[in-house]
Nanobody, 127 residues
Framework: QVHLVESGGGSVQAGGSLRISCVAS????????MAWFRQAAGKQREWVSS????????????VKGRFTTSRVSVSEENAKNILYLQMNSLKPEDTATYYCAADPGSWSCESERYEYWGQGIPVTVSS
């Protein structure tokens, strides 16, 4: 089975930092790409960042230089597969529900065509 479970969201003031986590089942974790997306109230979901198996990461222009995606494998972190999103210098416009996703199949890692999605976790940045 495939499981993606996000945690670590919450509220922070502008300029602050948060780290959100996505615990993934082995099948999800072994997919070519994992990614973070977000959806603000009343807006379409948007891609935030992707992490490829070769370690290459990509970021949306709106978060580049402020957000960092990383992965920790089973052997490194207490037998869990975890995708992290470290968010620094947060802005009110970063307020959204953040989703973890895995396995875009033959689609681009930056597309929305991911097979598996987490339930989402809210992040609120106040000014």
């Amino acid at each position: 089975q495939v499981h993606l479970v996000e945690s670590g969201g919450g509220s922070v003031q502008a300029g602050g930092s948060l780290r959100i986590s996505c615990v993934a089942s082995e099948r999800a974790y072994s997919s070519y790409c994992m990614a973070w997306f977000r959806q603000a109230a009343g807006k379409q979901r948007e891609w935030v960042s992707s992490f490829k198996l070769d370690g290459h990461t990509t970021y949306a222009d709106s978060v580049k230089g402020r957000f960092t995606t990383s992965r920790v494998s089973v052997s490194e972190e207490n037998a869990k597969n975890i995708l992290y999103l470290q968010m620094n210098s947060l802005k009110p416009e970063d307020t959204a529900t953040y989703y973890c996703a895995a396995d875009p199949g033959s689609w681009s890692c930056e597309s929305e065509r991911y097979e598996y999605w987490g339930q989402g976790i809210p992040v609120t940045v106040s000014s």
